[in-house]
């Protein structure tokens, strides 16, 4: 009678998790959408609206892309920066068999500009597919794009294919930038 009645009541707790799980899917989903149309009225604009060095960026990043070492995800991305000195630098994402040592393009693009002397980002593109959303830097990439400019600078966020371009700022992605007292 008692290991029943353990088995009904599992099988209760398991209804009532999967029901739960179910509710705050649909939610998420819900959530996504709303945030979407949200980006889709103040921040997402047309490709062609955009003025000449938005659209050299971002050609330079969809370009790059194809160079990505992506053989573990498939994920390729692009991204290219100009520097305040006005010339663009470019990185792809490469992979490493162990994970922790791969590079995303937007810190392959800044290592790049560094190694050449130039120490401070005017702008910066990324491009990436992903079918229903944008593919904005990492965490990890926005706070290393912070560290390399003293002012509050433009992202572009675009697919392959660039017809409607998320148009965003550092600041607005990584609002509370880690600054490390020296």
């Known amino acids: 009678m008692q290991l029943s009645y353990l088995s009904h009541s599992s099988n209760l707790v398991f209804e ?52 990505a070492y992506a053989v573990y995800s498939n994920f390729q991305v692009g991204s290219a920066l100009r520097t305040t000195t006005g010339e663009i630098f470019t990185g792809c994402n490469v992979e490493n068999g162990a994970y ?8 392959t693009a800044i290592c790049k500009a560094v190694s050449e002397g130039h120490r401070e980002i005017a702008a910066i593109a990324v491009v990436a597919y992903q079918e229903h959303s944008f593919t904005t830097p990492c965490g990890v990439c926005r706070q290393f794009i912070s560290e390399f400019t003293t002012k ?29 007292v020296i």
């Open 152 to 180: 509050d600078i433009p992202v572009y966020v675009a697919k392959p294919a660039p017809v409607r371009v998320l148009v965003t700022s550092i600041r607005q992605l990584l609002p509370m930038t880690f600054v490390p």
């Open 100 to 107: 922790s040592p791969s590079v995303c393009a937007e810190r």
């Open 16 to 67: 009532m998790f999967t029901v739960t799980f179910r509710f705050i899917r649909s939610l998420r989903g819900k959530i996504t959408e709303a945030m979407s149309q949200i980006l889709d009225e103040n921040l997402v604009h047309q490709y062609e609206e955009l003025d000449p060095s938005a659209k050299e960026l971002i050609q330079a990043a969809i370009k790059v892309r194809n160079n």
